[in-house]
């Protein structure tokens, strides 16, 4: 159970950040907003799922947003690569 407390602890981050954004007026994003925008994305783009349903829910969230998968006239965030890897299993020792 601890991966999907996981999984959610990223996606609840990034929620906030997220929220943190939309929440800006006027189209004026602080400093601040960005940086924890970029660190909880990256943070979940990153995290490698334990489990099959780690990996679900993590993927649901990333579809619906716009960071991982970009959105009207924009880029996502990360490359192909950098969005693979964080399902691959984890290196061993």
């Known amino acids: ?5 996981t999984v959610q602890a990223l996606i609840d981050a990034h929620q906030a950040a997220m929220e943190r954004f939309d929440a800006s007026p006027d189209g004026t994003i602080p400093d601040d ?6 660190t909880t994305a990256a943070a979940l783009c990153a995290y490698r799922p334990a489990t099959l349903e780690g ?5 649901g969230y990333m579809i619906s947003c716009f960071v991982f998968v970009g959105g009207e006239g924009g880029d996502a ?14 290196p061993t020792a």
Do not use: C, N, W, Y
Not at 55 to 59: G, P, Q, R, S
């Open 77 to 90: 965030e990360f490359t192909r690569a950098d969005l693979i890897s964080g399902f691959l299993p984890a």
């Open 33 to 38: 907003v960005v940086t924890q925008m970029d």
């Open 55 to 59: 990996v679900h829910i993590k993927a």
């Open 1 to 5: 159970m601890h991966d999907l407390s």
